[in-house]
């Protein structure tokens, strides 16, 4: 908790926020947020999760690039845990939850109506922008990640 | 008369005692006894809870968020703070462990505090390493099912699981899972020819209909959060009723560390300290004619070994440590991709299935969830993609989502075992010692492999990456450290659960199994409670 000033934990909450469900962090979101770091898990951060939380800072866009990229190659990350906390907190705040139950946006096909397999297509859209961003992340971040795990890299 | 002591307020200390009571015995009940709070706005949905408490995030997260589950962890959702209780440690016990994660409970009502309710009564297969037949624990089946209140149907399971005793009609189905039984309607025949997977309802301890002052499920969806109406039987319903006799203490607060016995093995007192006041405080004894053990593998046999080690100062082991090995698959059934999710239902199973085995003991069982309310944060996370990406994803799939829980049996090995070693302090630790069967590592190959096939056959296709292997210890179906056997072999006992080595201590928890088919044991653990205190005394 004490590595964390309450501005700069109420700055990320509002970006996790932001990424997550377009909408600002409210003050009971960012209260909530910040009392969850006393439960923050420890995790065996190495540079590369530094860099990736500074990254992941800057904007929507990064974000979504450092969690895609954090996801697959470092799932236990800062980042990773902080977006985890984020995420408990906003399905539980009489504000957002709704957002976050909300059920389809788009076509909807009722249960049991025998269409077997058919349904699959529907994700197509969402399927093709997760793969967009995995290749984008991958691309982007593995040789900085590269570059930080070198021996040239002073630990601790 | 009997005056009898009964250690542990779990599903099968509940059921010994109220028999007990019931035939005229005094009986005091030695717990420690956390007890559960009382559920918050006990009328509310699941999202209305969101809605209508104060602090949401207190009460579903904890005050300071330890009901989060963050990635690395091996299951899908994990304990909320309001089950806390349950799996709260006692602050004076040491344990080592090796091959195994087990989990202690010193709740009021013991783990079945925190179950899912699957009731699977042991089928004669399953019992024949027993010194019992199914008829002899058929009355107690039926008597613990009119105490509690069982919802089942009778189909294609009654050959894996008897269908005999008095059961409510099951719970309304899920669409997903009706889908799913629809479909297995359909491919039945060939499903049993290959890949010999038999589907149909979970007979669950949830109330489809109003019993004994218990209402009928009113689906708010909080069952993972715990029942707030207690349809969803519980052993704090049942230690309510024993507390309507006069011959009944309940004594909490108190950890039970051993029994004192004489030269014939006869315990004449059973010492307990104060929860949490540490190693100074002198013990109290209590003394009864009989001793009944009721405690929890761990906890009964840990009772046992220091007993045993205090009275002989040798050491001692016992070997036969049983748990299911559990896997949860989660899947996708494509044809309910976009329908509306809907929170306010019963949260957990309606199907269960089998799989049978060219041997019977080798028979696989498993209950199949649809998802419907949960945590959302360990699903998205768990999901192979960003968090965004992940909730976009999730919203369109969250209706066919469902979690195939597939159980195996364990059979007693040497190699599995408890033990009790001493710190320098002169502490005692518990050693929890588990050693996966050779060939378990094949049948759980095996099984993923025909779990797989058969949702293929029910239009649902397992998450590829995501079938989990969870930690021998999370099933929590501890057995097998003093089995029932007809002659004395280490610390058995016999038939009547009584111990082959003391004359008047009984075992009546999971330690007294013989082997562990794979199944949930809690029925079977209270029939044969009810069965003990019939027979015994």
Redesign the interface.
């Known amino acids: 908790m004490a590595e964390w000033s309450a501005t700069e934990l109420l700055a990320e909450c509002d970006r996790f926020c932001h990424?997550?469900?377009d909408r600002p962090a409210t003050p009971e979101i960012a209260k909530?947020y910040r009392?969850?770091?006393?439960?923050?898990?420890p995790g065996d951060d190495v540079p590369f999760d530094s860099f990736l939380l500074r990254f992941a800072l800057g904007g929507k866009r990064r974000l979504?690039l450092a969690?895609?990229y954090?996801?697959?190659v470092r799932?236990?990350s800062l980042l990773?845990?902080k977006?985890?906390?984020a995420?408990?907190?906003l399905?539980?705040?009489?504000a957002t939850?709704?957002l976050?139950?909300?059920?389809?946006?788009?076509?909807?096909?009722?249960?049991?109506?025998?269409?077997?397999?058919?349904?699959?297509v529907?994700?197509g859209p969402?399927?093709a922008?997760?793969v967009w961003?995995?290749v984008l992340?991958l691309t982007v971040l593995s040789p900085t990640h590269l570059f930080l795990s070198g021996p040239w890299i002073r630990r601790g | 008369m009997a005056r009898i002591l009964v250690v542990g307020s779990g599903a099968s200390g509940v059921h010994f005692t109220l028999t007990a009571l019931r035939r005229g015995h005094t009986v005091t009940m030695l717990d420690v006894g956390y007890p559960r709070a009382d559920p918050p706005a006990p009328e509310a949905t699941f999202e209305a809870l969101k809605e209508e408490l104060e602090d949401p995030a207190a009460y579903f997260l904890g005050p300071d968020g330890q009901g989060v589950v963050y990635p690395g962890g091996t299951s899908f959702f994990g304990h909320p703070p309001s089950k806390h209780y349950v799996f709260k440690h006692a602050p004076d016990l040491r344990v080592r462990t090796d091959g195994m994660s087990p989990l202690f409970t010193f709740a009021r009502g013991g783990f079945a505090e925190a179950w899912t309710g699957g009731c699977y009564p042991f089928s004669a297969d399953d019992l024949k390493d027993y010194p019992l037949t199914y008829d002899d624990l058929h009355p107690h089946y039926a008597e613990v099912a009119r105490r509690i209140g069982i919802g089942g149907t009778r189909d294609d399971l009654e050959s894996f699981m008897p269908f005999d005793v008095d059961y409510q009609g099951s719970l309304p189905l899920d669409p997903h899972s009706r889908y799913l039984l629809e479909r297995y309607a359909k491919h039945r025949d060939h499903l049993h020819r290959s890949p010999g997977f038999w589907l149909g309802r979970s007979r669950v301890a949830t109330l489809s209909e109003e019993h004994n002052g218990r209402p009928a499920c009113s689906e708010l969806g909080r069952c993972l959060w715990g029942c707030p109406t207690q349809s969803l039987w519980a052993p704090s319903v049942t230690l309510r009723e024993c507390h309507e006799f006069e011959g009944f203490r309940y004594v909490s607060g108190e950890l039970v560390r051993y029994f004192e016995y004489d030269s014939d093995g006869i315990v004449s007192s059973v010492s307990t300290v104060p929860v949490g006041e540490g190693s100074g405080v002198p013990a109290t004894s209590y003394s009864a004619d009989a001793v009944v053990l009721a405690a929890g593998t761990l906890g009964s046999s840990r009772i046992v070994l220091e007993s045993l080690a205090r009275r002989t100062g040798g050491t001692y082991r016992m070997p036969g440590l049983m748990d299911n090995r559990q896997v949860h698959m989660p899947f996708l059934t494509p044809a309910l991709i976009g329908a509306e999710p809907n929170l306010a239902s019963y949260q957990f199973h309606h199907l269960a299935f089998a799989v049978r085995s060219s041997r019977a003991v080798g028979d696989v069982h498993g209950q199949i969830t649809a998802l419907k309310s949960a945590s959302l944060h360990p699903i998205l996370t768990a999901m192979p993609t960003g968090a965004r990406s992940a909730l976009d994803l999730f919203r369109r799939v969250r209706t066919a989502l469902g979690i195939a829980n597939i159980n195996l049996h364990d059979s007693r090995r040497v190699e599995s075992h408890l033990g009790l070693e001493y710190d320098a302090d002169g502490g005692s630790r518990l050693v929890v010692c588990y050693k996966p069967d050779h060939d378990e590592l094949h049948r759980r190959r095996m099984a993923i492999r025909r779990v797989r096939r058969a949702l293929l056959r029910l239009g649902a296709v397992a998450v590829p990456g995501l079938t989990r292997t969870l930690p021998m210890g999370a099933s929590v179906h501890y057995s097998g450290t003093m089995p029932m056997s007809t002659a004395p072999a280490g610390m058995s006992v016999d038939p009547s659960c009584r111990s082959h080595t003391f004359p008047n201590l009984f075992v009546i928890d999971g330690s007294v199994l013989p082997s562990l088919p794979a199944k949930n044991l809690t029925f079977t653990l209270m029939a044969n409670a009810v069965r003990v205190a019939t027979v015994a005394f």
């Open positions: 990424y997550l469900i909530t009392a969850g770091h006393q439960s923050l898990p979504r969690d895609t954090a996801r697959l799932p236990r990773r845990r977006i985890t906390l995420i408990a907190v399905e539980c705040s009489r939850h709704g976050m139950n909300a059920g389809p946006t788009s076509v909807k096909i009722g249960a049991g109506k025998g269409r077997g397999w058919l349904p699959l529907t994700l969402s399927l922008s997760v961003w995995t992340s």
